[in-house]
């Protein structure tokens, strides 16, 4: 039976964190160690588990967006400008999870969570650096489970209080002032699940499921499918950060030069054969390519010819040109690590995340890209871990 390492992480890498084993049936084992520092205490629990890692309620803002039709792919693509009034801060800054499509009264909806994308990125390089590499990411309140007789479900957690307010609504409280908090839940009927006590009239205790509150978020976890690793956060098969980089347009470039050459060397008597083998191998790399998309047999070369000239467009500020001044300074610059790269083809600009040993490494690379006549923007660094992890806006000429 496949086991869980659940790790209950800190509002900062300095505070405590929980953890637990578990399988299908009941906790195994359950501790707690003293920060971020300590996660190497870890790594050999994790052989052979899943790994979960929980986020403080408070750092995860669950939200319900209504939307003008059914949930699609086209307004998954326009959620994050759908919601950036609310937001009130840059969408480059925010993490936007998808949970599920629900109805509000008789209006499509949907669930998503929000988080800032640098703590959550910060967590995820202090895991890795510890060799744990968690499957799933929630917070730790959504895991709270739901009573038919009550609408709240609360439970403690070191110096803080969590509660469910329903199926998409939780909250982090501390001790000092969860009075306060209570006096804002108008006496609705609350399950209790900790043998710490507080004044609600309307509490109902659950002896019987009284536990650890870890051993609590376990149970819970196999009827609760919603994970913030999404989009670049989802796991997948480990690679390499250059080929990440140069995979998509390498097998495009590659798809065209194999069909072009195909169709060269075949001869009259075999044409017809040859060109219906071309064509099946131009599709199955096209499809590898760019998974889900259409392919149209007899239009496979302008559809490879279109991709290409979506990756190369605007020329010397397209951005195969850029990513083409980038590779030698990856190379070049030692400790230097591409995390995540994005093209804005309106803005002619490539958006790059990385990590690096240091703040001067961000420093030369910003050097060499400006010598190569380049127009370089440098975020915000900050240190996760070892590491310095920052973002670059790059654009063609000075």
């Not at 990590?355 to 910003?366: C, G, I, P, R, Y």
Request: glycine share 4%; proline share 4%; hydrophobic share 45%.
């Amino acid at each position: 039976m496949k086991e869980t390492l659940m790790i209950r992480l800190g509002h900062t890498p300095n505070d405590p964190i929980h953890w637990l084993i578990s399988n299908a049936d009941e906790a195994i084992a359950s501790g707690q160690i003293s920060n971020s520092l300590a996660l190497e205490e870890l790594s050999e629990k994790a052989k052979t588990r899943d790994i979960v890692a929980l986020l403080p309620a408070t750092k995860v803002q669950l939200k319900t967006v209504s939307l003008p039709t059914k949930f699609n792919r086209k307004l998954e693509a326009a959620l994050p400008f759908m919601m950036e009034e609310e937001l009130a801060c840059e969408l480059d800054d925010v993490l936007i999870s998808i949970g599920e499509p629900c109805m509000i009264d008789d209006k499509h909806a949907i669930q998503v969570s929000v988080c800032q994308r640098s703590w959550f990125e910060s967590w995820l390089q202090v895991l890795k650096t510890s060799e744990l590499a968690p499957t799933r990411v929630l917070p730790d309140a959504l895991l709270l489970p739901h009573y038919e007789d009550a609408e709240i479900t609360a439970t403690s957690l070191s110096d803080t209080w969590l509660f469910k307010l329903n199926d998409w609504r939780i909250a982090e409280v501390d001790t000092s002032w969860v009075n306060d908090f209570l006096v804002t839940l108008e006496d609705k009927p609350m399950a209790h699940l900790s043998d710490l006590d507080f004044v609600y009239s309307n509490s109902i205790k659950k002896l019987e499921d009284y536990d650890l509150p870890l051993a609590i978020f376990a149970k819970q976890l196999p009827s609760q499918s919603f994970n913030m690793l999404q989009g670049a956060f989802q796991v997948k098969k480990q690679s390499t950060g250059a080929w990440s980089l140069w995979q998509v347009p390498a097998i495009a470039a590659g798809v065209a030069l194999l069909f072009g050459l195909v169709l060269k060397a075949v001869t009259a008597y075999q044409l017809e054969q040859q060109v219906a083998i071309a064509k099946a191998q131009a599709i199955e790399a096209y499809q590898q390519a760019f998974p889900g998309g259409k392919v149209r047999p007899n239009l496979i070369r302008r559809q490879i010819q279109g991709k290409l000239a979506q990756l190369s467009s605007g020329g010397e500020t397209g951005f195969l040109f850029l990513l083409h001044h980038l590779t030698p300074v990856f190379k070049d610059v030692e400790g230097f690590t591409p995390e995540t790269l994005r093209f804005d083809s309106k803005r002619g600009e490539l958006r790059l995340r990385a990590s690096a040993k240091d703040f001067q490494s961000f420093n030369l690379v910003k050097q060499r890209l400006e010598q190569a006549s380049l127009t370089v923007e440098q975020g915000s660094l900050s240190n996760s871990g070892n590491l310095v992890v920052g973002e670059i806006k790059i654009k063609a000429g000075l």
